[in-house]
């Protein structure tokens, strides 16, 4: 029933997705790990951590388009549902951190020893075990998600007020993270990792392994989220961005059929922040910044929204040219570009690059298209 | 042995204030400046009450000299090096040539400070100004030095100054209340009038009462204490409440455009925050061309910055309105996205422009310092800002209730479709209204550069609390945006003590995110079915 | 003659006493009563105003009334449940302006009305059982728009939306259908075909239908009730109706 419900429907494009992360997955790592340093097929560990970098927020943005392109819930605050998947992620490395630390206790990290801490606070109980850490990497984001999206579904805030309160709430996360007695290492956040699952985190080879990782969790994120939006919920998830209250009439619960989405959608930005933080190699309050949040949110836009393959998309092609525009001549005039970026996919592309581009082959195949609707209401 | 010395110090007190002076007090004063020169801290202090007390002409330049580490002794010789480099003789006050050789500073430990203290509070009793009466007055209250205690009692039997007498009456009580062999029934007297000074230093002198105390005497102490305490706390919470204000009336003048924005036309303005930077860059401008130019008016130019940021901030909110949110209306987060990314190139230009620093924004005379109103301490911009905050909202109150283009506005809030079937031209309305909500946001800048650092993040600090102003206000109602905003600056503030400043902010940030739930359209929302539609 | 006697209110579909809503001061109902028998079809006219779609409001759950008993079934009091719940009792709306999910194809849209359990799991692990599909494939075939089955509902024209929404309403097979205005905006020939349908439908279901066009509620023969300003003025067959003075008045203005 899973591999009907993961693999039913998937169309072209979905195969496609499908093969060129799989083989970036498996042909990156071997690359960086066969092809000697001098050779043309030989990828570096550093783009390989990019990439790998990229890939993480490819599943971040389809875990946002879930709920804005599906479902039309704009959260502005999904980098929080990230970050705290980060921040499980990094209480495990550092708890593998052991006694290597700069003051060489071997229970607190070295910023509890710095700040006068005389034990464990019980929040970091069972984070040295890596299966727990990764039920939190999956349980926190999920269960803040259920909790925040259970009030406000319940009580049907919708539109821009959800957005401003999801915002609130990354907002909130932020101050609360910045301080110190939070324990979670304030401003500098959690750093200077050493192993996972007793592996260097610098090592080449565990480098290559995380980006296997990260590829192989994005196409099951897609699989996962390519199932729901296909199946006859995610119909209903749809006909609830098009026509709430008509779909109440309908008789569908719609505040049952958001929290899930919305939770299932933070479940899966925790992952994506759990496979960047080693492979970043530090995670600190920043990451619940709200403009993170909105920026996530023009990836998904750049690459069309209400369309997985172009959320992934669009988050590769906006961080690949911040990255190539951010370290030259051009990096005064970036967000320049970032900031005419949102103005332009919002007032010309509405559907994206792929939504786009595939109105234009189809206008060509077809000289006389059936009338479109109108472009999805917002809310 | 005690008892006799003190009988001759008075003796020489009233002696020194009757102005007579003698051969013994020559002798005296004398007898101090060999003192001074024998480098021993308990000798130093005998100096300086014997130099007080024989109202020597040069005391107060001595013991002043003393007290900053300028005062030279050995071998017999004392000088007093001045402020400017000169040196001059400590004995008669006439300037050397040169620097006497052979002298060392005269050394001070805290015990000796506290003698100076006095000392200089006992010299300044008699001062003919009785704003210096005040000073010493309070000076000795400090210091509570018990040798002064005579020359203040003579002084208050002179004293006509109401203030002054006060003030000599509390610096009498303070060293009554310290003097265990003061007669027990004065003592608690002491306590009443300290009691009635009712602030901190009232409070700390109360505290330090000795162990001695008799039972009536504790008791007075701990009601006084009590009551102090009482009183401060309130006062305290005055304080607090001022600073709410204060903080809910940036927050108005920051959220009220966005009210605007947002109540008429649906549209979330991500740029808000930047066209309240513009506003206080506007300002700087404003202020950098007066400096350069007309700097007689630098007073005025707060008052010159306002129209121009208005002007500056309208003009480019009429700009992003007429460019890009008319083509987005109807799909609020696009809008949403769109101003945002607005506010991303304004950043930058900005950055671009005038660097990625702080700029520095004078402060016109008339907005500097601070003044106390009872136990309140108010700062003259506070205070401005306040009254231009509620200039503002009442001119905004008006031009919404009492123009045309108010009534306009107003009706393209109640229902668009219908206004415009009327014959009114929303399109025009819009722009003007953003324009408007704009403008205002660049005086909310003018205000800001007043009391914030003027940098192009200026206004992404502002704009989370800007939205939570309206959503907890509830759109399309000033009033909601006036309560908002003030409550929220006073929750913030008074939550601050208990808190601290970040908890205090996420709980108010927790609270409107749970606030909304129960009440999705804010404080005051309007109702009916035409809300639904 | 609107006040029932205790025996009909077990065995009336829908009951409605004393009901009174008010918006801002504004009484859009006031003490409104009304009774549906089972298999009843029912006309409701009346002016603008008269609070046709307030009392649709309130039925469907979407309004609480301020006071009154809103009974279905007999036994269950609609005022205590919301849409949904109202929606899975068996009560189908249809709306003023014709509300179809646009991005959804003309079957899609049937698909998710059609009767069957609504929650999360149910619909995520969804498959459309053979015999579904025959009465998905049979309610396409009555509204005509079997041919058009792959298109998207959003690019449907005015009259055929009306018909995917009665489609959609019949998939969802309730006890009770609200009708509201399913003739505006059609031509002559699609009106007369609508009251051919919904004469079909009310063979099996009881419904109510909300209408201005008189011509209309005339071919569908049945008894009417007439609003005017929040509460029934006059009840009976159209031409009794329409030859109650206060009836003409309220129509014609005074």
């Known amino acids: 029933m899973i591999t009907r419900f993961l693999l039913s429907n998937m169309d072209k494009r979905g195969y496609a997705f499908l093969a060129i992360v799989a083989a970036i997955g498996l042909l990156v790592p071997l690359a960086n790990l066969l092809m000697p340093a001098g050779s043309p097929l030989h990828v570096s560990t550093a783009t390989m951590s990019l990439w790998g970098k990229y890939l993480c927020y490819a599943l971040l943005a389809i875990s946002l388009d879930l709920v804005w392109g599906y479902c039309g819930i704009l959260s502005l605050g999904h980098g929080a549902f990230f970050a705290l998947g980060g921040y499980a992620m990094g209480m495990y490395l550092m708890r593998q951190i052991g006694s290597r630390g700069v003051y060489g206790n071997p229970v607190l990290p070295d910023f509890m020893v710095f700040l006068n801490w005389q034990e464990l606070p019980w929040y970091w109980y069972g984070f040295s075990s890596f299966p727990f850490a990764m039920l939190m990497v999956l349980a926190v984001p999920g269960l803040l998600a259920f909790v925040f999206g259970w009030f406000a579904f319940r009580s049907r805030v919708t539109g821009v007020y959800l957005s401003i309160i999801t915002q609130a709430l990354t907002y909130a996360l932020l101050l609360a993270f910045f301080r110190n007695d939070m324990g979670f290492g304030g401003n500098n956040g959690l750093t200077d990792f050493k192993d996972i699952l007793g592996f260097n985190v610098q090592a080449q080879g565990t480098r290559a392994a995380l980006f296997a990782m990260t590829c192989v969790m994005l196409i099951s994120g897609f699989l996962i989220a390519r199932g729901i939006v296909t199946s006859k919920l995610g119909k209903v998830v749809i006909a609830i961005r098009d026509a709430e209250s008509r779909t109440r009439f309908l008789g569908y619960r719609v505040d049952r059929f958001k929290l899930f989405v919305f939770t299932v959608s933070a479940c899966m930005a925790g992952v994506a922040g759990a496979l960047y933080v080693p492979q970043v190699g530090i995670i600190n309050p920043s990451e619940f910044a709200p403009a993170n949040s909105i920026e996530t949110v023009i990836w998904v836009a750049v690459g069309g929204r209400g369309s997985l393959v172009g959320a992934a998309l669009g988050a590769v092609v906006v961080n690949w040219a911040k990255t190539v525009f951010t370290s030259g001549f051009m990096a005064p005039y970036w967000l320049f570009a970032l900031g005419a970026l949102f103005v332009f996919v919002t007032l010309f592309m509405p559907k994206g690059i792929l939504g786009t581009a595939q109105g234009w082959w189809e206008s060509r195949k077809r000289p006389a298209p059936v009338p479109a609707p109108e472009p999805a209401p917002a809310e | 042995m005690p008892f006799l010395f003190s009988f001759l110090r008075l003796l020489a007190v009233v002696m020194a204030l009757l102005a007579v002076p003698t051969i013994a007090l020559a002798q005296a004063a004398e007898d101090a400046f060999t003192r001074l020169g024998a480098d021993s801290f308990s000798d130093t202090a005998r100096a300086i009450d014997i130099l007080v007390q024989s109202a020597h002409p040069n005391a107060a330049v001595v013991i002043e000299a003393l007290a900053d580490g300028r005062l030279l002794a050995g071998g017999g010789a004392v000088a007093v090096k001045t402020k400017e480099g000169g040196f001059l003789d400590a004995r008669t006050g006439q300037a050397l040539t040169a620097a006497p050789a052979g002298l060392n500073a005269v050394r001070l430990n805290n015990n000796v400070r506290r003698v100076i203290q006095g000392a200089l509070g006992g010299l300044g009793l008699i001062n003919p100004d009785p704003g210096k009466r005040v000073a010493a007055a309070e000076a000795v209250f400090r210091a509570r030095d018990v040798s002064v205690l005579p020359v203040l009692e003579a002084a208050i039997a002179k004293e006509t100054d109401n203030r002054a007498r006060r003030a000599l009456r509390e610096a009498q009580a303070a060293i009554l209340i310290a003097k265990t062999d003061a007669p027990p029934f004065d003592r608690i007297a002491a306590v009443d009038v300290l009691r009635e000074r009712g602030d901190q230093d009232a409070l700390a002198t109360l505290r330090a009462l000795p162990g001695d105390a008799s039972p009536g005497l504790k008791e007075a102490q701990a009601r006084a204490i009590a009551e102090i305490e009482g009183k401060l706390a309130l006062w305290r919470a005055g304080q607090n409440l001022w600073y709410g204000l204060s903080l809910g009336s940036v927050l108005l003048l920051a959220a009220i455009g966005l009210a605007i924005t947002f109540g008429v036309m649906g549209v979330i303005n991500m740029a808000h925050g930047e066209m309240v930077m513009l506003g206080a860059y506007t300002t700087f401008i404003v202020q950098e061309v007066i400096r350069a130019r007309f700097p007689g008016l630098f007073d005025w130019s707060l008052a010159i910055a306002i129209p121009a940021a208005f002007i500056v901030a309208g003009a480019v909110g009429v700009a992003i309105e007429r460019g890009v949110i008319r083509f987005l209306y109807g799909r609020p987060l696009e809008t949403l996205l769109a101003t945002w990314g607005i506010s991303l190139i304004l950043q930058q230009a900005v950055r671009t422009a005038f660097g990625p620093t702080n700029r520095e924004v004078g402060a016109p005379a008339f907005m500097s310092g601070a003044f106390e109103l009872g136990g309140l301490a108010i700062t003259w911009n506070r205070l401005w800002i306040i009254v231009f905050a509620a200039l503002v909202f009442a001119a905004l109150l008006a031009i919404l209730k009492l123009t045309p283009m108010g009534l306009q506005m107003r009706a393209v809030t109640q229902n668009r479709r219908m206004a415009s079937a009327m014959g009114i031209r929303t399109g025009r309305i819009d722009a003007l209204t953003f324009g408007l909500g704009s403008g205002v946001a660049g005086l909310a800048g003018v205000a800001l550069s007043q009391i914030d650092n003027v940098s192009p993040n200026l206004g992404q600090s502002y704009i989370i609390d800007s939205f939570m102003v309206v959503v907890f206000g509830g759109v399309g109602n000033l009033w909601g945006t006036l309560i908002s905003a003030m409550s929220l600056g006073v929750a913030n503030k008074l939550l601050e003590p208990y808190a601290g400043a970040v908890l205090g902010k996420i709980a108010l940030l927790v609270f409107i995110i749970l606030f909304i739930q129960k009440r999705p359209r804010g404080l005051f929302a309007l109702k009916g079915r035409a809300v639904e539609a | ?254």
Not at chain 3, 230 to 252: F, I
């Open chain 3, 1 to 254: 003659m609107n006040a029932p006697t205790p025996g009909a209110l077990t065995s009336s579909l829908l009951y409605l006493d004393g009901v009174s809503v008010s918006f801002d001061g504004f009484k859009a109902i006031r003490g409104l009563s009304l009774t549906i028998e089972p298999g009843e079809m029912r006309a409701i006219i009346g002016p603008n105003g008269a609070g046709k779609t307030t009392m649709m409001d309130i039925i469907t759950g979407k309004t609480r009334p301020d006071e009154g008993t809103v009974m279905f079934g007999g036994s269950v009091d609609l005022t205590r449940l919301d849409e949904a719940a109202i929606a899975n009792l068996g009560i189908g709306r249809k709306f003023q302006k014709p509300t179809v999910f646009d991005f959804h194809t003309i079957e899609d849209n049937i698909l998710l009305a059609l009767k069957s359990k609504r929650s999360v799991l149910k619909t995520l692990f969804w498959q459309t059982e053979s015999q579904q599909q025959k009465r998905i494939d049979e309610i396409l075939g009555i509204i005509k728009l079997t041919d058009k089955r792959e298109r998207l509902a959003g690019s449907l024209s005015h009259g055929q939306k009306q018909w995917l929404e009665i489609g959609m309403l019949l998939a969802q097979d309730p006890k009770l259908l609200l009708v509201d205005e399913p003739a505006a905006g059609m031509t002559d020939g699609e009106t007369a075909q609508t009251a051919v349908l919904l004469k079909e439908i009310a063979k099996d279901h009881s419904v109510i239908v909300v209408e201005h066009d008189m011509g209309f509620i005339r071919e569908l023969g049945v008894k009417v009730t007439v609003l005017h300003e929040g509460s029934v003025l006059a009840e009976g067959p159209l031409d009794q109706v329409s030859a109650n003075e206060r009836v003409v008045e309220v129509y014609l203005g005074r």
